[in-house]
């Protein structure tokens, strides 16, 4: 693999090395991700551009639509190239009003399974995340009910590997003393920064961190800082945000997503810079005390 198509370096997900620039998928649903896009051959393109320039991790859930955006995988890529490593994620389901409604019970878990096999045309799901809180925050609570159901169908052969997603350390533990945990995808970023710690945790263990909402959460203030350090550059806020990310721990895998092919190429080329060590310190204190 040639630098380029390293994007931002490596780490390892689901026994897999992969390339620490990934690729979510939710926005390639309709709008509200709801129903199909607009443009589904841009779509199309969009992921088969990812891949093309070195994207070997794609995030996804068959709620987003629902059932689209594992549609549009499989009708993109499959067959699927060696060494792309699909993670999934359970936990919810969409109302036929768009709503977001918890999918948690046993038979909700082993048919959001199904609907992923069927919809991404495997046999097995490499990773399945169990998505706890909402979009910003854990729950709390037990998930060893839910993460029991996962093991069994990991043991069954339908799943390879389990994460989990928008959870507490607390349930990060009690998810580790049922089965290995795979990976860890919360809400962090520049400007919210409550899980500091735990990366630093998981960094030792080994075990990736996926951050979503790069630009989610930011206080006017905290926009200006970064908007003013991606001017100094010459770049993009977005482009900065992400950089920040690959330089925060090595053990963290980005999954920026979007439904744009020129969009995509400038996300995927903030894996190639490197911010001075006076920009960091500045992002740094962005966010100090979160």
Known sequence: MTKQMELGG??????????????????????????PPKDVDGAIMVLREAVAAGVNHIDTSDFYGPHITNQLIKQALHPYPEGLVIVTKLGSRRGEDR???????????????????????????????MRVGGFAAPEPGS????????????????IRHIGVSNVSPEQIAEAQGITEIACVQNFYNVANRVDDGLIDDLAQQG?????FFPLGGFTPLQSGVLDGAAARLGTTPM????????????????????KSVGHLRENLAAAEMVLPAEVVAELDGVGAGK
């Open 99 to 129: 709503s977001w409604n918890h999918a948690r019970t046993r038979q909700d878990l082993i048919d959001g399974v199904h609907d992923n096999l069927r919809n991404l045309g495997l046999n097995a799901l490499d990773v399945v995340n």
């Open 143 to 158: 998930i060893a009910e839910q993460i029991t159901v996962l093991t069994e169908l990991k043991q069954q052969g339908l």
């Open 207 to 211: 075990i990736p961190y996926v951050p």
């Open 10 to 35: 490596s780490f390892a997900l689901a026994g897999k090395t992969v390339n620490r620039m990934g690729y979510g998928a939710m926005q390639l649903a309709g709008r509200g991700v709801y129903g």
């Open 239 to 258: 482009q900065v945000a992400l950089a920040w990310l690959l330089q925060r721990s090595e053990n963290i895998l980005l999954i920026p997503g979007t």
